[in-house]
């Protein structure tokens, strides 16, 4: 209450011209606040949302239209919006990540195997890899379970986790 209520008098300050907030919580104060005129509100959706309750996927259902755009880095965020919130296609628009593609090419032939070498694999396996915290919404456990199945298949797959956090020494203890 406190938060829309400082985030309300901003806004009707009138010295503002877009409203952007990032996950449900402040996409519910920026849907629910009064019209200001010439303040335009977006809503900036990082997932597919696997995370929201139905009511929490209700009240959205309600609070889409209030906004002017709702933005995602991808298009399959912004089919899941349509689908399960009733978010109006003509106001989503998705915004990729950025990526230097000049800066990130892909490492010679030679140098992946010196790379590859010097973290103890050898040339011929498959590696697959994870950059991400060790955190619940991440799913790593589900990664490892899905892996082992792909390891019996192909034992020659060795998967790469990069990280840290909270469930860092349990999924350590799982793999």
Known sequence: IAAYGFVRRRALSGNYDILQSHHEKS??????????????????????GFQKSRRVRAVLRRANARFDRIVAPSKAILDALVADENADDARCLAIPNGVDVERFLPASAPRRSQL????????????????ASFTPVKRHAMLLEAFAQVHRNSPDCRLVLVGDGPLRAENQTRA
């Open 116 to 131: 590859r070498a010097a973290l103890g694999f050898a040339g011929n396996e498959c590696l697959i890899g994870c950059v």
């Open 27 to 48: 996409d519910l104060i920026n849907a629910f606040l009064p019209r200001v005129r010439g303040l335009r509100r977006i809503s900036n959706r990082r997932d597919l």
